[in-house]
């Protein structure tokens, strides 16, 4: 089984930064792109950015300039430096990764974290 964990999420003030973690870990050949998404509350989850392996990278074209998608293939971990936040960032964190077990790739989910952006 694969398991994603997110941590990074926290309260921050308008203006602020935080830096999102995820890691995969468990039995797999490889993971292919990883993505970071976002729920806002009462709101449907929505794409926030994207990295392959080879590190191409697409990102929700409101959040451009401000968020910034990277991983460490090595250690199986993407990473989400947001900068500049506001209010309307606040939402739950979901990591997702495309992992290759065994030939066919599957799609996992993190449980979320929790970012609060607030004074």
């Known amino acids: 089984q694969v398991q994603l964990v997110e941590s990074g999420g926290g309260l921050v003030q308008p203006g602020g930064s935080l830096r999102l973690s995820c890691t995969a870990s468990?039995?797999?050949?490889?993971?292919?792109?990883m993505r970071w998404y976002r729920q806002p509350p009462g709101k449907q989850r929505e794409l926030v950015a994207g990295?392959?392996?080879?590190?191409?990278?697409n990102y929700a074209d409101s959040l451009k300039g401000r968020f910034t998608i990277s991983r460490d293939n090595a250690k199986n971990t993407v990473l989400l430096q947001m900068n500049s936040l506001k209010p309307e960032d606040t939402a739950v964190y979901y990591c997702?990764?495309?992992?290759?077990?065994?030939?066919?790739?599957?799609?996992?989910w993190g449980q979320g974290t929790q970012v609060t952006v607030s004074s």
């Open positions: 990295i392959t392996a080879g590190g191409s990278t």
């Open positions: 468990g039995s797999f050949d490889s993971i292919n792109v």
């Open positions: 997702n990764a495309d992992v290759a077990i065994s030939g066919p790739a599957y799609r996992f």
